[in-house]
């Protein structure tokens, strides 16, 4: 696992140093907006999603310089959904990876701003001709990420999240919320590197199989962890799910079953990627890493 | 003026019927989010921004069909940044159009995420092939709309008229702050037609130079009615500004000289309008509707 690991470091590095680079700076009255904006997105994180646009794209030989810029902006819609997530009228979180959330950091105004600033700047990063010379593959960005991150993915998940009387939710309902709330923009990762990589249909089918299966693992272990997982390593609270009553995968099928279940739906990812000959190492040793993860 | 009545009423039409079209429906337990996003979106309001869109875009004979959706997705950008700011950690506004505001009608959090799917619906519906079939137009688009509305545009205006201490503000901050929140928007609405027109150089200038015109006139006419507007035809409360001791360009000018910039940058964007013949008849009856508006 050492090549992966360094893989890792390597597209959190590259990440970062794009972050900084795309997120502006500003001495106006209003220079807090863009401190906030880089606060959240300089937080630290595993930046999952950057590793699967960038592992995806390289499938494709895609140049970094593009696969590092899209990754960038997903991980600013990443960020932005934290935001948004964590206010006092949503989740109301005080902690996020150890550190104050932007809420508390800033104020509210501050953090609602700095989210919708994060998620306009990802379209303009998106759009832009440093991404891509073809724009037809800039538009396409466009499309398939903002369908992933609206009512229909991401944000209707959250809303499913906190009016869904996840009490009486059966496995159907989890596994949709999950598909919608986390899944949707891990999913899109993959597919962003695909529409770099020009990918045709079949390899744009095996990575939305890929990633399905590792999107829900992951959720899986988050439960798990949420459960017997070391709040210090984590970074936040554990044992959240079970104090607002809510039903996961782990409530409902038991530590046991959901263990397994993650291993058979890993399992599944790593076939999916096998027609990608030593190209899918990366995907693969992270689809291990998913599983593996303590926080 | 019968004209311009009957195009400004067909605009308001087209706009409401594409904004159906285009916020989708769901029977889900998130469902709710819908119905938010919808009830924003259709709480009235002069649709000044698609009339500029379809204006502008009508200079150069450009579908309906193509004008009406980014009419639609611009609409739907304001839409997000009125209910994103009349949140309580806002401008805490109980009232919008005389409707209850959507984190009344509905609540916080469902605004916050009805905004939020407002934004990126407005980015998927221009990213789409149905809004034109050159991606290049698409993607020219998404940057310039994103560009107008992040944080160095109408969100960064947002953050300076919360943070700013107004009360010092002079009228170079004021108007730095007008072309920020409001003007940011204003403008690209008449760029997003020249972008759809495929528009020269020099008549993107001219129509830039129409739209600061009468971006900042209209922001003069907003101040001139919080001091002497009828509540009831407004739908909200007047005199806000006095009340939270803010600078604008009433305050700073005086009403008559306020009334008088007004009037001169109305006709200097009619003489903006000029090069475009007949053909700008539209935008230019837009301007004098500007000043001569009573809501």
Chains 1, 2 share one sequence.
């Not at 609270?237 to 079953?257: C, M, P, Q, W, Y």
């Not at 990812?269 to 027609?275: L, Y």
């Amino acid at each position: 696992m050492t090549e992966f690991t360094d893989a890792l470091v390597d597209v959190v590095a590259a990440t970062e140093t794009a972050l900084l680079k795309l997120i502006p700076e500003n001495e106006g009255p209003e220079a807090q907006i863009f401190q906030a904006m880089r606060y959240s997105a300089m937080a630290g994180g595993k930046r999952l999603r950057p590793f699967l646009v960038i592992a995806s794209a390289d499938l494709f030989n895609v140049s970094r310089l593009c696969s590092e810029r899209v990754a960038a902006a997903i991980e600013m819609i990443h960020t932005y959904s934290l935001i948004h997530d964590d206010l006092p009228a949503m989740d109301d979180d005080d902690f996020r990876r150890g550190e104050l959330t932007c809420h508390l950091k800033f104020d509210e105004a501050t953090a609602i701003l700095a989210g919708d600033a994060l998620l306009t700047l990802a379209f303009e990063i998106l759009a832009h001709s440093d991404t891509h010379n073809s724009a037809k593959i800039r538009a396409d960005l466009v499309l398939e990420i903002s369908r992933a991150v609206g009512a229909r993915g991401m944000v209707g998940g959250q809303m499913l999240d906190l009016v869904g009387e996840q009490s009486v939710f059966g496995k159907p309902e989890i596994t949709r919320l999950q598909r919608m709330k986390t899944g949707a923009l891990i999913n899109c990762s993959c597919q962003a590197g695909a529409i770099l990589g020009d990918a045709s249909e079949t390899q744009r089918h095996l990575l939305n199989a890929y990633a399905h299966d590792i999107g829900l693992a992951f959720q899986i272990v988050d439960d798990l962890l949420d459960i017997d997982g070391d709040p210090d390593e984590l970074g936040k609270a554990t044992n959240k799910d079970i104090k607002a009553g809510k039903a996961t995968f782990v409530s409902l099928l038991g530590v046991e079953r959901a263990r397994v279940q993650a291993e058979i739906l890993i399992n599944q990812a790593i076939k999916n990627t096998e027609s990608f000959g030593a190209k899918g190492n990366l995907l693969r040793d992270l689809a291990r890493f998913v599983i593996e993860r303590h926080n």
